[in-house]
């Protein structure tokens, strides 16, 4: 059973509901009323602006909530319960990083969680991945605006697919995820409004990002790309989309036996004149666009 509606009174009463999602041009708060419906599997709310960007104290009612969608940079409320939990949660998104989702995650009140989106609104280095250690299952992580990592010597998590939208991709942010040893899926996003993101140089370390298979970058500036003796071996897909200070990929790539699918989408012109010069081996391709002229 399920309802897709603006907030109406008496919506405490609808007890067997299961899914919610909730489209409305504005709300002035996430009312509690919703932390009654105790057979709550599914909470939408994507489709709505919260004025006050934080989930309600209730919230810890909802055991049988799965899966949580925000609208953005929403807090968890705190608790003095320290058992509070959402066991059977499995998707949440549009979550703020601040010092209370840390201790969230680090207390482990979600532990089945697989998929998780976070955003930044402050400049400030935290060290949110290594709150995220205690999530055993968690394998997608989408992160908006987050512009310092902390820097631990190892994290040990199973994280299969990660998303970087408009967030810092340093020399060592980028040591950081290719150390990660379950890595198949890395996608970069960068809008160019944010300035201290230009000028990126990728480094990717000797034999890191072993198990990566998939790497795209939107929009991102970079300067140069090194990949190190062993780096990415299994890589299958390339994606790489308006970056348009990249004039040279790196020789290293060419030479990767598992390398099947290279895009190349509005690049620079440097670059779309290497690409034309290049001999594809059997059993890999080349898309080029807008498509390479052979007579320029």
Known sequence: MGICCLISKGIEKLVLLRYLSISSGELHVIPNSICNLWNLETLDMRNSTVITKCLPKGIWKLQRLRHLYLDGSTSLPRTRNNTAALPNLQVLTGIAINEDTESHFAKVRFPNLRKLGLYSSEWAELGILSSLRPLCHLQTLKISQLYKFSSPTSISLTLTKITLVDSALSTANMGLLGSLTQLRILKVRVDAMYGQLRNV????????????????????????????????????????????????????????????DVEVLHPNPFLARRLRQLRMRDGCKLHVYPPLNPTN
């Not at 034999?207 to 071996?233: C, I, N, T, Y």
């Open 201 to 260: 140089e990728l480094i990717c370390d000797e034999r890191s990002f072993q198990q990566l298979e998939v790497f795209k970058m939107v929009d991102l500036e970079v300067s140069r790309w090194h990949m190190g003796q062993g780096a990415m071996p299994k890589l299958q897909r390339l994606v790489i989309k308006s970056c348009r200070d990249i004039r040279k990929l790196p020789d290293e790539l060419w030479g990767l036996g598992a390398l099947r």
